[in-house]
């Protein structure tokens, strides 16, 4: 696994898991992964995009998701099994967006265009 997908499960986990009462006793593998971050996300919704929240409750769920399948066969988990096509959509960035044709940058896609050309 990428060190900074490691870094991005661990804050979202440290976030999530201030909710519970009692953090340091918290059961991931049973704990109820709707209420909690119901109970994360209506508090944050007036200080956070739409999209970190979604972010963050992607993580999350990744990082759950993970545990469980190494609670259930230690031997043959492996890390990194997660979907990350049903995350949060992402804005495209502007070095894509301009070699898309996009306008971000239009001294830039036009040298682009050209050089497609010559």
């Not at 696994?1 to 918290?26: I, Y």
């Not at 495209?92 to 036009?110: D, K, V, Y």
Request: with cysteine; net charge positive; proline share 8%.
């Amino acid at each position: 696994m990428n060190k900074n997908t490691a870094a991005g499960l661990w804050a979202a986990c440290a976030q999530v898991l201030r909710v519970p009462d009692d953090p340091g006793r918290a059961d991931v593998a049973s704990m109820d992964v709707e209420d909690l971050l119901t109970r994360f996300q209506n508090p944050r919704k007036q200080w956070f995009k739409r999209q970190v929240l979604e972010a963050y409750e992607h993580r999350f769920r990744n990082a759950v998701k993970s545990y469980k399948d190494y609670l259930e066969n230690p031997g043959a988990w492996k890390p990194g099994n997660h979907d990350p096509s049903s995350g949060p959509e992402r804005r495209p960035r502007a070095s894509n967006a301009a070699a898309a044709g996009g306008t971000r940058h239009p001294r830039r896609a036009a040298r682009i265009q050209i050089k497609r050309f010559v």
